[in-house]
C-alpha cells in the first residue's frame, strides 16, 4: 500500500542551525502538506502546497519556514534559524485532490537544543 | 474561528463498546475525520465521513454526525486492547474549503484494560 515516508525519523540540532525535513508524498497525489504536533498538543496545520506554490499557510508559518518540492518525489521543510520551541512533531501529509482525504507520514521528531 | 473539541481520556474494559465525541464550530466543513495515533506513530486515517451523511459503518467501526449540533462520534464495538492509542478528530477548512487544511481536536486517550 502505499505510503508518505518521512526523512529523519529524529533530528537533534542546536538553536540558531537550519534544517531540512524531507518527505516523499505518495505518487499520485498532488496536494502536500506539513502539520506539527508539539508534545501534548494539538495537531497543527503550517502549509499546504499544490502546483509548486503554496495554496495556504497558518500564523505560524512565518518567514523562518519554507517549504519547497525540488524534484518530482520530494517534498521539503526547512526552518532557518530554530528556536526551542520549534521542538515538535513535523508531519507532513498528502492527498490525491483537495477535497480527498490526506494521508500522514510517521512523522519527524525534531529536537532544539 | 474554526475549532474542534473532544474530550481528553476514556477509558474502558476489553470487550465493551468505547464512543469517543467530538465537536466543532465549522458548519461549513465537507469532510470530518477520525485519525489514531499509537505511541511514538503517525496519524492513521481511520475513517471519515461525508458531512451529507448521518452515518457510516467499517466493520468495528460506526461514525454519527449530528449536523444540527455539529457533533461527531466514533464508536469502537468490541474493543481490544490493540485499540489503545489518542483517537484525534479533524474537520476540513481552508479558502476553498477543500480537504487539505485540517484542524484537529486535542485527541482522545483511550485506555482500554483487559
Known amino acids: 500500500e502505499p505510503e508518505v515516508t518521512q526523512t529523519p525519523s529524529h533530528q537533534v540540532t542546536q538553536m540558531g542551525q537550519e534544517v531540512i525535513l524531507r518527505c516523499v508524498p505518495i505518487?499520485?497525489?498532488?496536494?502536500f502538506y506539513w502539520y506539527r504536533q508539539i508534545l501534548g498538543q494539538k495537531v497543527e496545520f503550517l502549509v499546504s502546497f499544490y502546483n509548486n506554490e503554496i495554496s495556504e499557510k497558518s500564523e505560524i508559518f512565518d518567514d523562518q519556514f519554507s517549504v519547497e518540492r525540488p524534484d518530482g518525489s520530494n517534498f521539503t521543510l526547512k526552518i532557518r534559524s530554530t528556536k526551542l520551541e520549534d521542538s515538535a512533531m513535523y508531519f507532513c501529509?498528502?492527498?490525491?485532490?483537495?477535497?480527498?482525504?490526506?494521508?500522514f507520514g510517521q512523522g519527524t521528531r525534531l529536537t532544539v537544543v | 474561528g474554526e475549532d474542534v473539541e473532544q474530550s481528553l481520556f476514556l477509558s474502558v474494559r476489553e470487550g465493551d463498546s468505547s464512543v469517543i465525541n467530538c465537536t466543532y464550530t465549522d458548519s461549513s466543513s465537507t469532510y470530518l475525520y477520525w485519525y489514531k495515533q499509537e505511541p511514538g506513530a503517525g496519524l492513521q486515517l481511520l475513517t471519515y465521513i461525508f458531512s451529507n451523511m448521518d452515518m457510516k459503518q467499517d466493520q468495528r467501526l460506526t461514525v454519527l454526525l449530528n449536523k444540527k449540533d455539529k457533533h461527531l462520534s466514533l464508536r469502537i464495538a468490541d474493543t481490544q486492547t490493540g485499540d489503545s492509542a489518542i483517537y484525534f478528530c479533524a474537520e476540513t477548512a481552508g479558502i476553498y474549503n477543500q480537504g487539505g487544511k485540517l484542524i484537529f481536536g486535542q485527541g482522545t486517550e483511550l485506555s482500554v484494560k483487559p
Open positions: 501529509a498528502s492527498s490525491r485532490t483537495g477535497n480527498t482525504e490526506a494521508f
Open positions: 505518487s499520485n497525489h498532488l496536494y
